[in-house]
């Protein structure tokens, strides 16, 4: 009987136990909803400086002190886990200046806004190449800069000067 009487109360305090309502799965009563953006748009800023060499002309170099801003959206095309489909939008803002090494104030000013949709693989990542005209100069020198994009957001590779070819030229001749 004392053996009977010990598992009931055994199990009564097992039951208690079970049926109370357990703190740790619940929801923080004390902390404020935080509302989470959308997670497919990323925003933010990559800075651009340093010094960048004109081409065709050794030892001449622009010093670069700039940002550029960008949204970068992500679209699921195609959901079937086999091969996932994925285009990225992105929008850039680059606003900077160039400054020669002998000058203070600055020179020249790129200010561009640019907008791209294009495919990228789950795993790979595109390589997208930006040509942003350079105000005040008629030679028709550009700061070009090479973004490594990804599902999962952007990065700045390399920057760097160079000369385009104005096809409008040529058919003045």
């Not at 097992?14 to 959308?38: R, Y």
């Not at 790979?124 to 942003?132: A, P």
Request: negative net charge.
């Amino acid at each position: 009987m004392k053996n009977l009487l010990l598992t009931l109360v055994t199990f009564s305090v097992l039951l208690l136990i079970g049926c109370q309502e357990n703190s740790i799965t619940d929801p923080n009563q004390g902390a404020e909803l935080q509302k989470t953006d959308n997670p497919s748009v990323l925003t933010g800023t990559m800075i651009l400086e340093g010094l960048l060499e004109i081409p065709n002309q050794p030892n001449s170099y622009l010093s670069i002190n700039g940002q550029a801003d960008y949204v970068h959206e992500l679209f699921l095309v195609d959901p079937i886990p086999p091969a996932p489909q994925y285009y990225v939008s992105l929008s850039l803002n680059v606003n900077a200046e160039l400054t020669e090494i002998s000058s203070v104030d600055p020179t020249y000013s790129i200010s561009a806004l640019s907008e791209d949709i294009f495919y990228v693989s789950e795993e790979g990542i595109y390589l997208l190449e930006k040509t942003f005209s350079i105000q005040g100069r008629n030679d028709g020198l550009v700061l070009v800069c090479r973004f490594l994009v990804t599902t999962d957001g952007i990065g700045l590779n390399s920057m760097w000067l160079d000369f385009t070819n104005d096809i409008s030229n040529n058919f003045n001749d």
